[in-house]
């Protein structure tokens, strides 16, 4: 049973990848479409409305004195800006309040119940008077607006404090990509307007040596963001979905072309062709992945990127493939069981597969948006892009996916029993 | 021979206990196929072959009854009938964007075949339906008749002892018809058992060694098409057309020995006869003497759609 099983599997991936429409929309169609809209954030010109995203201040600064005796509170400048006299362009944007314990306000972040933690150390003051200042932002990556509106406004203040400094050394990087390519610049603009006037009259006249900002993601990592990291993902995914509920449908083209009953004639279990049908459709899924994952970082090095676009914990990737894949067959078996005929499988998966991907913030991250924020749960799409991001963007140790591995495996499973028990019920031939 | 296919009380009902029947409503039906013979199953459109066909064939559950297959219960072992058998199915059953070879290979394997055996299967299988030269081409681009013939083939792949036929012909042109009844007449000289369904008389009584004529769900008579004539009663129709009917002419055609009954109206004599040949030339002879001009003669024998208009009322194409 084992080799028909494994015949009929291949009968549907090689009718798959000899079909060229399919072909079309499996590996094309993402390419082109994670590949224009990196470049159409590079040039960047969107706007989102977002809630607030709330920043923890530690002060830990013990303050220091200038040579002619003068005490300075560095630190202070930083809280006095951030959360006891912010202006009111900075209030509107970001809710930043104190705190003192480091380890508590860390988890909040880890928790997601803050975006990110502003560390200031003891001798930050007597540091930034010898030229070795340092902060850390401590941010979850997986919040990726909240966080990035943060890092920059911390790295608008902290550059208003380095007179004269550029903010090449600001380690945030590209983490600004959304806010200054597209999604708030005229905000940031207000901010650093904001920040530095607030800041001039403090240190005028006063030589401030550099501060370094050090931007620290919860996994420890210093965080490099490229567009096409979220998008290829989120892209291949979507249309992996589309081609596992198209693999799936194909069940009931076979039972409306009459070759399932001919195959119910052979001696062939009716669980045997199950099992090989969907074999071959997550087969199919999970070399369409596959080829992604191959080709997208050729594409990231031909826009300019980095080519490590899905990161380098294979192991985890391959993971995080399985799964997705398992839950988007399990998805597509689920629409064709409550389909009778192809075209109606057709209309129930455009629709239900689109509104899981707005879900799952394929083409908008959704974090910190009102309401989706909450229901993105429910989406594979979700759980899939984030996976692959954490991978990506901070070298996540396999353990930091496992939850998301997990979730999906067990979308897959629930979406499997209740597609099966359906389909048994009538699939008659 | 012996008997390779008993169906006992066969019934099918969709839907039970309420629902209608499309099998046996009036009672199980009940006939026996011989091993080596053709067996037609002729009836209207609607009449209940397929269903007939798709329990044999263990796609459809009896309601009722028991059907035997090489001594195998297509309902205690069904995959035991199903390696004795071959399928045929009346609309076509392939994977159209996969080549002949490619469709004959995977149903082949669904049977079981692999390796060398496969490839050589397939190599006799393609050489018997006529399409070697066109094996690598995809079934898209077939005639709808060279679709049919890979239909067939892919019920030949096994070797089966039996091949179940619904209706090949139907929707196909002259030629395509005559090449796959060729084809079924050499299956049968190889060895091979066939169920044959058709609601086209001549098809059947081409066939067919024995003939069941079901109609409304049930076997309204089973038998060789001899036997279905003779229960119907072996009368001839001699049909004369002539210019016109003089006075007397019909009483002395009914003088001829073995003609029963003579009618005539419209330029057209029609002489029941027990033997039509055979009083033919009398009736000539008759006709010359009174002077009337002949413009045509017809013998019309006692044929299958004869036999269904007398046993169900109408006519087979009804």
């Not at chain 1, 706007?47 to 709330?54: A, M, T």
């Not at chain 1, 959360?83 to 860390?106: C, F, G, K, N, W």
């Not at chain 2, 209608?20 to 009036?26: D, M, Q």
């Amino acid at each position: 049973m084992l080799r028909k099983i494994l015949v009929i599997a291949w009968n549907g991936i090689y009718r798959t990848y000899t079909d060229r429409t399919a072909v079309m929309l499996m590996f094309l169609v993402p390419i082109a479409l994670s590949t224009i809209i990196g470049l159409a954030f590079g040039s960047g010109s969107s706007d989102i409305e977002l809630e607030s995203p709330r920043l923890l201040v530690i002060n830990q600064d013990e303050g220091a004195a200038l040579p002619d005796g003068t005490p300075v509170q560095q630190g202070q400048q930083y809280v006095d800006i951030l959360v006891s006299h912010p202006p009111q362009e900075l209030a509107d944007l970001i809710a930043a309040e104190s705190s003192t314990d480091i380890e508590a306000a860390r988890q909040q972040v880890e928790d997601g119940d803050a975006r990110a933690v502003l560390i200031i150390p003891p001798d930050f003051s007597s540091k930034v008077l010898t030229g070795e200042g340092q902060i850390e932002l401590y941010y979850n990556p997986a919040a990726e607006i909240g966080a990035t509106i943060l890092i920059s406004v911390v790295e608008q203040i902290t550059a208003s404090l380095n007179i004269g400094q550029a903010a090449q050394d600001v380690l945030v990087g590209e983490n600004g990509y959304f806010i200054e390519q597209g999604l708030a610049n005229d905000k940031v603009e207000v901010i650093g307007e904001a920040a530095s006037a607030a800041l001039t009259p403090i240190f005028s006249g006063q030589q401030v040596s550099q501060v370094r900002l050090n931007s620290v993601n919860v996994k420890g990592d210093v965080q490099e963001f490229d567009s096409l990291r979220y998008f290829a993902p989120s892209m291949a995914i979507l249309f992996m979905t589309f081609a596992m509920a198209g693999g799936t449908r194909s069940i009931l083209e076979e039972r409306r072309n009459g070759t399932l009953a001919r195959l119910m004639t052979t001696p062939t279990p009716r669980w045997v062709y199950m099992l090989g049908r969907l074999l071959g459709t997550y087969g199919a899924g999970v070399l369409q992945m596959a080829i992604l994952l191959l080709i997208t970082p050729l594409i990231a090095v031909m826009l300019g990127r980095e080519a490590s676009v899905w990161g380098n914990n294979y192991i985890g990737i391959a993971l995080i493939t399985l799964a997705v894949v398992s839950a988007a067959t399990g998805l597509g078996l689920l629409l064709s069981a409550f389909s009778k005929t192809p075209e109606q499988a057709d209309n129930l998966s455009s629709a239900v597969l689109i509104v899981l991907a707005i879900l799952g913030g394929t083409f908008v991250p959704v974090d910190g948006v009102p309401v989706l924020d909450m229901i993105k749960n429910a989406s594979l799409n979700y759980w899939g892009v984030q996976g692959y991001n954490d991978l990506a963007n901070n070298n996540a140790p396999l353990g930091d996916v496992l939850p998301n591995i997990g979730i999906l495996f067990l979308m897959a499973a629930v979406f499997f029993m209740i597609a099966l028990w359906n389909f048994n019920k009538r699939l008659d031939i | 021979m012996s008997t390779f296919v008993q169906i006992r009380d066969l019934q099918k009902q969709y839907n039970p206990p309420t629902g209608a029947y499309a099998v046996g409503e009036k009672g199980g039906i009940s006939f026996e196929i011989q091993e080596g013979e053709i067996f037609s199953l002729l009836g209207p459109n609607g009449a209940g072959k397929t269903t007939t066909i798709s329990m044999m064939s263990t796609l459809l559950t009896p309601t009722s009854g028991e059907i035997i297959i090489g001594g195998h219960s297509v309902t205690k072992a069904p995959l035991r009938v199903k390696e004795l058998i071959g399928v045929v199915p009346q609309d076509l059953a392939l994977y159209p964007t996969l080549s002949a070879r490619q469709n004959l290979e995977f149903f082949g394997q669904m049977y079981g075949l692999s390796g060398r055996d496969l490839k050589k299967r397939a190599d006799e299988v393609l050489a018997f339906i006529g399409l070697t030269d066109r094996a690598s081409d995809k079934i898209d681009t077939y005639s709808g008749g060279m679709k049919r013939r890979v239909n067939i083939g892919v019920g030949l792949m096994h070797r089966p002892k039996m091949v179940f036929l619904d209706e090949p012909t139907v929707a196909i042109d002259p030629q395509s018809r005559r090449n796959i009844l060729d084809t079924v007449k050499q299956l049968n000289r190889e060895g091979m058992t066939v169920l044959y369904t058709t609601h086209y008389m001549e098809e059947a009584e081409e066939l067919s060694h024995r003939v069941g004529i079901i109609d409304h769900g049930q076997i309204i008579a089973v038998g060789t098409i001899g036997e279905l004539i003779q229960k119907v009663g072996e009368k001839d129709t001699l049909i004369f057309k002539v210019p016109e009917i003089p006075a007397g002419l019909t009483d002395k055609l009914k003088t001829i020995e073995g003609v029963l009954e003579v009618t005539g109206q419209d330029g057209e004599l029609n002489v029941v006869a027990r033997r039509g040949r055979k009083a033919l030339p009398e009736a000539i002879r008759i006709l010359s003497e009174c002077g009337v001009a002949l413009n045509s003669v017809e013998v019309r024998e006692p044929n299958l759609e004869a036999v269904f208009l007398q046993l169900t009322g109408r006519a087979l194409r009804d």
